[in-house]
């Protein structure tokens, strides 16, 4: 029973972890001089349209919806 108990915290320590890395890409930086890219991809299930913007200086890239 203890078995089950502390798998499932570590399933939910792996998730909300996994979960905070994800959402990195999608909170923006500040300071940075991202530029629009004409990539743009479209989820085919909501509709909602995602642009992928790129700092040269670093060349990080940011995934931002778009209205």
């Known amino acids: 029973m203890i078995i ?3 798998e499932g915290v ?3 320590v792996v998730a909300l972890l996994s979960w ?3 959402d990195r ?10 530029i ?3 990539e743009v991809s479209v989820d085919p299930r ?3 349209r995602t642009r992928v913007y790129h700092d040269p200086a670093t060349g990080r890239r940011e995934y ?3 209205s």
């Open 36 to 38: 629009p890219t004409d």
């Open 20 to 22: 905070y890395v994800w």
């Open 4 to 6: 089950f108990v502390i």
């Open 46 to 48: 909501t509709g909602e």
């Open 25 to 34: 890409r999608y909170r923006g930086s500040q300071g940075a001089n991202f």
């Open 64 to 66: 931002r919806r778009e």
């Open 10 to 12: 570590i399933v939910l």
